[in-house]
């Protein structure tokens, strides 16, 4: 699996993804859990 991205003067421009889309899958539920842990671990403090 690669993923990579190709830059240019103005920040990143395009984004790629080589390889079996199963690891890209899993890869950004990862990341959503970890951000949705985080936005909720920041409103339950909050509350308190």
Known sequence: MDLG???G???PTVFFFTGDPVGLILML???AAAIGGIIWFF???RKK
């Open 5 to 7: 991205v190709i830059g």
């Open 9 to 11: 003067p103005d920040g």
């Open 29 to 31: 539920l990862l990341s």
């Open 43 to 45: 409103l339950r403090k």
